[in-house]
């Protein structure tokens, strides 16, 4: 059980949590507590059930059981998927759309998050033949509009380069500056180091551990996070 909900001023708790998919557990969570008052960053191996977990939290999908409850409302989130897909239209009518889920975004609201993520001089370019760094640049944007109070990002700155990383790092700093806490994944564990205060380990789809970033990467608790950090910190 865990002890630490005092510890955090916004918490997200999950009891008894299974998700399946054709048959095979992808997330198996009997009870832990997860917070959203912070940067957080969600990693662990390939396939171990980051992007479920965040489809989860987000309620894009509902688990096969258990609960999930939060200490804060309203809860309004914002999921940012790895593959994200664009209409053929200008990069402004695809940030333009999440107008359709709330009408109350105003054309100079989009402008100046248009400015905001470094998209103001594409904003008649065909959306679909945006760069790898545009597309995300632009799916943050239409993050940012939905004005959330957590967002989560999945895998944020994958094959993108050393200087839109920068760029889309600063934007997640953006977030938690502006009053809007973040979870993300992530394989790069300098980028973690750099932007998050706490760690949330998962493998084989349970929490294996969870923590504040400095003691997890200098002292791991379980045999699965050393593994894993010794495997990645060779291959980086």
Known sequence: MDNQVEQFAKFIELKEIIVKSNGRVILNIPHTVIPADRISACIGPNGAGKTTLLKLLDGL?????GSIAYSFTPVRSALVLHHTPMIKASTKINISMVRD??????????????????????????????????????????????????????????????????QVEEIIRQFKRQGTDVIFTSHQLAQVQRLADYIIFIDQGEIKEKGPVGPFFSNPQTQAAKRYLHQELLTD
């Open 61 to 65: 999908i509902t688990p096969d059981s």
């Open 101 to 166: 889920a709330d009408a109350t975004i105003t054309p100079d609201e989009i402008l100046a998050v248009m400015m905001q993520v470094g998209l103001s001089d594409l904003a008649n370019s065909p959306a679909h033949k945006l760069s790898a760094g545009e597309r995300q640049k632009l799916c943050l944007g239409r993050a940012i509009l939905q004005k959330p109070n957590l967002v989560m990002l999945d895998e944020p700155t994958a094959n993108l380069d050393p200087n839109t990383t920068e």
